[in-house]
């Protein structure tokens, strides 16, 4: 029962360097998110797609764009990585936008250096 | 803007030791309040939905309520098992689609 699966797990990238980060889920969910967290601060919404073909700005999306490949896969891009983006970062999906539980992968751990 | 503010940032627990966690949250009409588990190393884990004051849910040892101004978990009895953070998530009516999180309580039981 794989829920949400992230991947890679870690990552080290350099700065400037270009990456994608992958997120795929099996419980036939609509909605996907890409969070954040940082020491601190909380979970951040980076960005989100209530369905399959549709996506939208989250509370800090500067630096990052978003595929929905389909309705199982989610990925997230940084074009130009900068030491800023150093953080941990979580997929999660829901069945819809509105009163349902989001269900979190386990994070894949970036550096940029 | 909505806000959501926990307290404690940490709380140690003798097991057994009974206490409850706070968060306070500032929205512009509930949609849902979300309560969720996170262990070192993983992603969060969710406990409970709670939607209008007065609302009550248990899980095992644990039990959240929720006021129009803040929700408690309660931690009834723990156990070792139960060391983790305890986040705590707001979802507003005119926003549905963000939720807000508070930075967690981080809790411990020692046995």
């Known amino acids: 029962n794989a829920g949400v699966t992230q991947t890679p797990k870690f990552q080290v990238l350099k700065t400037g360097q270009s990456m994608t980060l992958q997120c795929a889920q099996d419980?036939?969910?609509?909605?996907m998110y890409w969070y954040r967290q940082d020491p601190g601060m909380g979970l951040r919404l980076i960005y989100y797609s209530a369905s399959e073909g549709t996506t939208d700005k989250g509370e800090v999306p500067n630096g990052y764009n978003v595929s929905r490949l389909n309705k199982r896969e989610f990925s997230l891009r940084l074009e130009s990585a900068a030491p800023s983006q150093t953080s941990v970062y979580f997929c999660a999906s829901s069945a819809g936008l509105s009163n349902q539980p989001q269900h979190f992968g386990d994070g894949t751990r970036l550096s940029i250096l | 803007e909505d806000q959501v503010t926990q307290s404690p940032e940490a709380l140690r627990l003798q097991e057994g030791e009974s206490s409850s966690l706070n968060c306070s949250y500032t929205?512009?009409?509930?949609?849902?309040l979300f309560w969720y588990r996170q262990d070192p190393g993983k992603g969060p884990e969710f406990l409970f939905t709670?939607?209008?004051a007065g609302e009550e849910k248990e899980k095992e040892r644990l039990k959240a309520t929720l006021t129009k101004k803040e929700s408690f978990l309660h931690i009834t009895a723990p156990k070792p098992e139960d060391s983790a953070t305890y986040l705590c998530a707001v979802q507003d009516g005119g926003s549905a689609r963000q939720l807000t999180f508070g930075s967690g309580t981080q809790l411990t039981v020692l046995p």
């Open positions: 929205v512009s009409g509930l949609r849902g």
């Open positions: 419980m036939n969910h609509n909605s």
């Open positions: 709670l939607y209008s």
